[in-house]
C-alpha cells in the first residue's frame, strides 16, 4: 500500500520545485540572454565608436550582472574615448577590483592616467598590464603607451628603451617607428629621428603626419626645399584622408614658410 500521509512540508518542497521550474527557471535564462545581447551590444557599439549607446547598453547589462568585469571595462573604455575621463577612471577601478589580474583593465586605465596628465600612475599600471599580457600584440601596445607615459613625463631615454623594446617584438610597427622617432629627436638625435621616418614611409607611404614631421625636421637642418616638399606630400595625404584638422595646420605652415618675408629670410 502507498502512504499518502506525506508532511505538509514535504509537499510544499514539491511544489516550489514545480514552481521554480515552471517560472523561475525561464525567467533567469531569459535574464542571461538578455544580459549577454546587452553585453555583445555594447562591445559593437564601442569597436563602431558609437560610444554613447555603448555606454548606455553597458549601463543595462551591469543593471543585470554587476559582477561582470567586461561589462565595467567596455563601459569605461566608451567613456574614455568620449571624454569622460573620471567615470572611466570610476569603471576601469572597478573592473579591476573584480578582475585583478586583467591586463587589459590595467592597460585602459593606464590610457585614462595619461588623459589626466598623471604620467606616474599611468605608468604604476602599464607596469602592471606587463605583468599579466600574454601575447607579443599586447605586449607591444603597452610598452608603445608606457614609452609615450614616459616621454610625456620628460624622460626620453626611458621612454626610447619601451620604444625599442616594442620594435623588438614588432620591428615594422608604424606607431612605434613615429613614436621612436619622437624620443629620438626630444633627445637632440635628429638624424636617428630621420632614418625612423624614412623606414616608416617604406612601410605606409601615405602617412601624412610622417611627412609633416620629416618636413620639419629637414627644415631644422637647412634643407628648406626637401621641408617643403615633404609638407606638401603631407597636405595631399591627409587631405585624401580625410584628415580635415590635419590638412588645415599643414596648409597653415605651408602659408608660413612660402610668404615673403620667410622667403627671404
Sequence with gaps: MVATNIPWSAWLL?????????LGWPTLAKAHDLETDLGDRCLLAVQQQGYDQ???????????ADQNPDYWLSRGLARYHGGDFSQALVDDTQALSLAPENFRAYYNRGLVYVALHDFGAAIADFDQALVWAATPEALVEIYDDRGLAKLMAAQPEQALADFDQALALAEGDVRTLFNHSCACHQLGRTEAALVDLNHLLRIDPGHAR???KRGLLRRS???YAGGLADLQ???HCAQLQGQTPLHHYILTLLNAWQSPALATG
Design 221 to 223: 637642418l637647412g634643407d
Design 233 to 235: 606630400q603631407a597636405a
Design 210 to 212: 610622417t611627412y609633416l
Design 14 to 22: 514539491r511544489v516550489g520545485l514545480v514552481l521554480l521550474v515552471l
Design 54 to 64: 555603448a555606454i548606455t547598453l553597458c549601463s543595462q547589462a551591469l543593471e543585470i
